[in-house]
């Protein structure tokens, strides 16, 4: 069973992640900020992580360097969701080592589930 590890402070939204997920097999975890994430990180490794960008404590952009700089880490595919859809923010987001960007407000769970099985092939 492939473990997604999701960053998402919207408790409507991590929870429809969760629920859809779960259904698809996966063993899912919610981390509902930056440092939570970085914490669970420690003792727990996915094979995924989907990460938001606007978060309370430490952005994304933070933690998706502090993950790329990490050797136990950095090997994780990282997918940003973020409502940041403009061109720079997609940029900065690929350029710091995220695999893919997906605009939350662009996107279906399904399309989200056949991205992340796209990476964990």
Same mark, same amino acid.
Not at 19 to 37: C, P, Q, R, S
Not at 45 to 65: A, H, R, S, W, Y
Not at 104 to 117: C, E, F, R, V
């Given at each position: 069973?492939?473990?997604?590890?999701?960053?998402?402070?919207?408790?409507? !939204?991590?929870?429809?992640?969760? /629920?859809?997920?779960? &259904?698809? @097999? +996966? =063993? %899912?975890?919610?981390?509902?900020?930056?440092? $939570?994430?970085?914490?669970?990180?420690?003792?727990?490794?996915?094979? !995924?992580?989907?990460?938001?960008? /606007?978060?309370?404590? &430490?952005? @994304? +952009? =933070? %933690?998706?360097?502090?993950?790329?700089?990490? $050797?136990?880490?950095?090997?994780?595919?990282?997918?940003?969701?973020?409502?940041?859809?403009?061109?720079?923010?997609?940029?900065?987001?690929?350029?710091?080592?995220?695999?893919?960007?997906?605009?939350?407000? $662009?996107?279906?769970?399904?399309?989200?589930?056949?991205?992340?099985?796209?990476?964990?092939?």
């Amino acid at each position: 069973m492939s473990k997604i590890l999701i960053a998402e402070d919207d408790k409507f !939204l991590s929870s429809a992640y969760r /629920v859809k997920l779960a &259904k698809e @097999g +996966f =063993e %899912v975890k919610i981390a509902e900020n930056g440092t $939570d994430l970085l914490e669970q990180l420690k003792t727990y490794t996915p094979d !995924l992580i989907i990460l938001d960008l /606007v978060m309370p404590n &430490k952005d @994304g +952009f =933070e %933690v998706l360097k502090e993950i790329k700089a990490n $050797d136990k880490w950095k090997m994780i595919p990282v997918i940003i969701a973020s409502n940041l859809g403009q061109k720079d923010d997609i940029d900065q987001g690929l350029a710091l080592g995220a695999n893919d960007y997906i605009v939350k407000t $662009d996107l279906s769970l399904s399309g989200l589930i056949a991205k992340i099985k796209t990476y964990l092939k």
